[in-house]
């Protein structure tokens, strides 16, 4: 049995500025992104000002849905007593549906702007998006946050937090870095390679993530202001199902077939 080793949240002190590990790792994915979008920018057309503009945009649509998701479906009633933290995201508490939202928004209004294909982009944000899935999870480790259910004291693994309780619980938090990181990149890079029409490869994602928070849930402990909901699941399971949904259907229909490196969109 292990002991979270209460990791300090801020990485960096500078005078009166504080930098969270949470926000580095933040940092750290949309960096990532910026490179394997550049590398893919004949893709799409863009040129490397133009990559700089769709990760300015996604940053804004990530950060301003994520964290208004989180505001609205956890903890409505905290924000609105407290609305001045709603700006604190450096203190945690993101919602992943709430960014996918922000980042589809602004990915409408980026495709619109540049005359490109909505789903040709999803696709291309789809093989990245992992990557930042994977650095906020562990940034949620950093922060001691979204811990798991109890757990049987004999698993190898299990982990006690202090700062919670003496029970032992499962990491969920390196759970959902694993398989929403490591394991869904896989699946997006090997099963998009056989998907042949534009949307798929987003399908593939949001199906897979969909799927693998679904089963993930069911290992991390609700939140205690809401609790389990509808027939016993929890908030993040029930917004997952949609995910899966949509996944599959864009999986069957698809659009046109998609275009291939060295192809690029015709749009400045």
Do not use: K
Request: glycine share 16%; hydrophobic share 50%; charged share 15%.
């Amino acid at each position: 049995m292990l002991v979270y080793p209460e990791i300090d949240p801020i990485a960096l002190t500078v005078g009166p500025v504080q930098v969270h590990w949470y926000g580095i790792m933040y940092l750290l994915g949309f960096g990532i992104g910026w490179g394997f979008l550049l590398c893919r920018r004949g893709t799409l057309g863009l040129s490397p000002e133009g990559v700089g503009d769709l990760v300015f945009a996604a940053i804004i649509g990530v950060i301003a849905g994520g964290r208004l998701g989180y505001v609205l479906f956890y903890q409505p009633g905290y924000y609105l007593q407290r609305p001045l933290e709603i700006a604190a995201v450096w203190d945690g508490g993101m919602s992943f549906h709430g960014g996918l939202v922000g980042l589809v928004l602004a990915g409408v209004w980026f495709a619109r702007w540049r005359g490109l294909r909505l789903l040709d982009l999803a696709d291309q944000l789809s093989r990245i998006a992992p990557v930042g899935l994977g650095l906020g999870r562990i940034g949620n480790f950093i922060n001691g946050e979204l811990w798991g259910r109890p757990a049987d004291p004999e698993l190898p693994w299990a982990m006690v937090f202090p700062h919670v309780d003496s029970l032992p619980r499962h990491p969920s938090q390196l759970y959902e870095a694993l398989l929403e990181g490591l394991v869904l990149f896989l699946l997006v890079w090997l099963g998009g390679r056989r998907l042949h029409r534009c949307g798929q490869t987003f399908g593939l994602f949001l199906a897979g993530y969909g799927a693998i928070r679904f089963a993930v849930e069911y290992f991390r402990a609700p939140d205690p202001q809401l609790g389990l909901l509808v027939a016993g699941l929890s908030m993040g399971q029930l917004l997952s199902v949609p995910l899966v949904g949509i996944g599959l259907w864009l999986l069957w229909r698809g659009g046109d077939p998609a275009r291939q490196e060295g192809h690029p969109s015709s749009s400045p």
